[in-house]
Nanobody, 124 residues
């Protein structure tokens, strides 16, 4: 069992930056692929980024490439999402998720554990 707790959300102006963090409980964090997803009001939860066990592989949704960076610190059981050049369309609740499989996943249905989410609001 893994428990995930996100933090770092808030209100920011367009063009600004935020850094989200997700802390995991348990001693097996380094064996999970980790993902970030987001869900805007009235929309489905969508993939943002994932990172492999060691951090050596990452993937991003096209609209955040070059602006967002996913990283992890296995010693701290933490995965991060650095978000730069934020746009109003980035406004959503952001969730981190853990996946026990051996490859990165893009569908939220394939992740095993979820955090409670943190709100990110970007004003224009």
């Amino acid at each position: 069992q893994v428990q995930l707790v996100e933090s770092g959300g808030g209100l920011v102006q367009a063009g600004g930056s935020l850094r989200l963090a997700c802390v995991a409980s348990g001693r097996t964090f380094s064996t999970y692929y980790m993902g970030w997803f987001r869900q805007a009001p009235g929309k489905e939860r969508e993939f943002v980024a994932w990172i492999s066990w060691s951090g050596g592989s990452t993937r991003y949704e096209d609209s955040v490439k070059g602006r967002f960076t996913i990283s992890r610190d296995n010693a701290k059981n933490t995965v991060y999402l650095q978000m730069n050049s934020l746009k109003p369309e980035d406004t959503a609740v952001y969730y981190c998720a853990a996946d026990r499989s051996v490859s990165g996943k893009y569908s939220p249905y394939e992740y095993d554990y979820w955090g409670q989410g943190t709100q990110v609001t970007v004003s224009s």
